[in-house]
């Protein structure tokens, strides 16, 4: 049975409420990256081939901020798609490693390949990009991931190709997907109403 996609805005919405309830806080802090869907090249992008993806409107979005701790970070999820363990855990920023949730290794993974401290903080994370659809969920949370601790730290990587070859290992390494660079490309460098065309080689 097909269910009901929430808008953009309600992905927004819930994020912040959720946040406040949870933290008794306002975020300061809010990012999102895309889904995704690719229009000619299918399986060609870890194969050194040309595809075409583009951005959707679905996406993911992280709103957050420094919660004053060195290394303590709480994040919750409040998507309906993860149906897997808890839904809010603590990690310690200074050492990370792979492990349960499941989802939360995506978070971790580009915390990892970030190379710079990160300070605590709490955060929530909601999409409207539906897990396991073959959109990219993976790819948008990962750099909604990258482009939070960019503002977090105020450390930018240095390019957009940079950055998605930082959440692709990110994928490789901490989610064990063995993944091409498409989707992390697109989701950092998606434009409205434009397709991209990535040469993988």
Known sequence: MLSRVISFDEVVKTSIETFRNTF???????????GRVNLIGEHIDYNDGFVLPMALQLGTVIVGRRNGTATTCDVVTCSDSIKEGTKRAQFDSSTIAKGSPKWLNYVKGVMFHFRQPVPGFNAVIHTNVPVGSGLSSSAALEVATLTFLEELTLKKVPSAAEGAKMCQRAEHTFANVPCGIMD???AIEGR?????????R
């Open 192 to 200: 409205a109403d434009h397709a991209l065309l990535i040469d993988c």
């Open 24 to 34: 008794g806080a306002e975020p300061d802090l809010a990012t999102c990256a895309p």
């Open 184 to 186: 992390q490309l697109i």
